[in-house]
C-alpha cells in the first residue's frame, strides 16, 4: 500500500524542493471578468449552466507561492492532498459550491476540429477573429469584440454574445491553460445549442482539467500551472483558516466571490518556506473538513444546489475530451460528514496521465474514452460506503491515522525543522475601535494583548466561567482587574507571543465581535456581566458570537505558537 500512495516520489517536486537553491514558485494565470453579464442575456446564461459562475468579477487575486506549496502536498497517485490531519482533496462538491457550476449531467465531450473555424465562427460568434492560432483565438479579441449588448438585440445576437462571455469564462477563469492569452475553439462547439450545453457536466470538466494541471505540476521541472487556481486558492482558504485572509461581510455565492470583497492580510505567512511549516505544523482540529455546513454559508446557496448531494460522492472517472483523472472520493469522507476507513488502492492511470490533444486532433475521444464514459453514465452504482459519525473522535476508524502516517506522506519536513517557531511577516496595523462615539472618558478601557495560542472549544468555554467567576470577586474589592488578570493568565498561558490586539469596550453597551474573530480565531472571554452568549460556529466548533453588556476582554488566538500576555 505505501508504494499504491507515494509510488511517484522519485519524480515528485517535494522530494527535490528541499534540495534546490531556491523555491519553485509556479506561474499562475487567471483572467478576470472586467464587466459583468448584461441582464439580457441572463435566461441565455441559465440555459447553458453558466448564470452563477458569470458572477465571477475581477477582484481576487492569484496566490503563487500558496498555490505552490498546495502542489507539493497534491499526490498525483491518489489525487489527493497529503497533510498531517490525514488526506483531503477538491470534490464535485466544491466545484458545485465554491464555483456554481452543474455537476450532474453528461461527460463533457465532442469533436476537437472543424474544417472552417472562420465560417463556424461567423455562424456561433456572429464576427470573425482576424486571426486563428491553430484552434485558438486570443482572448484581448474576445474582450473588445463582446463588451456589451442591448437589451433590444435580437435572440441570435444575445447567443452569440453568450458564447462569447462563456468562453472568456473557460479561458480566463474555469479551463484556461499556460498558453497564458489563448482559448480554444472546441469549447464553441459544445455551445452551438445552448439548451444542450446546459445538459452537460461543466463542472467534472473543470475539476478533470485542475487534477491533470496539478498532478503535471508536481514534476520539478514544471514552471507553470493551468486550470481554476482560482478554485484551489478558495478550497485552500476555506479549509486552512490559518492561511486566509479576513472577510468580514456576508458569504455570497457562488462562494469563490467571497474573496472579491475587501480583506485583512495581517499575520499570514507569505513565503513558500513558512507555509510549508504552517501546513507541517497543522493539527487535526485545524483543518475544516466541512466549512459548508456553516448556517450562514447555508443560507446563501441556492435550494437546487443542495437537492442531490450524492452527485457529490460518487468515485468515478472526471472525463473532458482526452482527460481522464479519478474521484477518489472515498478517501476524503471526512469531507462529507462520514467516518474514514482506510480505503483500497488507488486506481492507477500512469498510461492516461500521458494522453491529451497534442497530436491527435482528429482522434474520437467519445469512442477512445468508452469504458470510462459508461462508468460516468452509472455514476450512482459507485457510491461509497458513508457512515455518518457523531464525534470528533469517531471521524475515523482507530487505525487509520496510524494507517496513514506509515504509509503516507503527512510532513514534509523533518521532526526537529517541525519544531521551529514560524517567521511573522506582517503585523496588524491599529486599533479596533467598539462604539466610542458613545464612550465616555472614564468608561474607555483599554487592554493590549499579545496572542497566538490555539484552544479547543471545550476549553475556552471552561475559562469563561473561570474568568467570570473570579473578577466577580475581584471587582467587589478593586477598581481595575487588569493586574489580576494579567497574574492569572500567565498561569494558563505559560508561553510569550508577539501578537497585538488592541480593543476598546463599552462599559455598559452589548458588543458584537462576530464581524471581527471568525473561525481562524479562537476566542476567549472575561467579563462582569448579566448574560454571556456564546454561538458556537458549527464548521470549526469555536465560539464565534460573543455579547458582553459590561467589562468586556477579549482574547484572539490566532494560528502562531505561543501564548498570552495581557499588558498592564
Known sequence: MANQLIRLDEKYISAVQLQMAEDRILETYINNLSEGAPDAIYGHLQDAGFLYVARMLGGTKLDPTLISALVERWRPEAHTFHLP????TITLEDVSLQLGLPVDGEVVMGPV?????SATCEQLLGKVPNKFKGSRI????LEDNFKTIEASASDVEKEQFVRAFILKLIGGLLMPDKSRNLVHLRWLLLLANLKEAGRLSWGSAVLATLYREMCRATQPEKAKIGGCMLLLQSWAWYRLPFLRPQVDLPYEFPLVIWWNNPARHSGIPTELEDIRLALDQQTEEEFVWMPYANPRIQECIPVEFLANRNIWYVKVPLIVFATVEIHESNRVMRQFGCMQRIPSSPQKLDDLHNIDLRGRLEEDWSTFHQKYIDIWQRRYDYLPTREPFLTPELATSPDYMDWFRHNGKPYLLSALERSRQRRR???RQG?????????SRGD????????????SCNHLVSMVHIFFVLTQFILHKHHTIIHCINAFSRCIF??????HTILRADATSNIDVSGIVDNSHLLSTVGLCNTIQLSSDSVANTPNNVFLPRWVILATADSYRGGCTMGD
Request: glycine share 4%; with cysteine.
Open 494 to 499: 505559560p508561553t510569550i507571543a508577539t501578537h
Open 425 to 427: 511577516r506582517r503585523q
Open 85 to 88: 490531519c490525514g488526506e483531503c
Open 113 to 117: 476540429l472543424s474544417a472552417d473555424w
Open 431 to 439: 486599533p479596533i475601535i467598539l462604539g466610542q462615539e458613545n464612550m
Open 138 to 141: 486570443e482572448m484581448r479579441w
Open 444 to 455: 474607555q478601557h483599554l487592554l493590549q494583548l499579545h496572542t497566538n495560542t490555539r484552544l
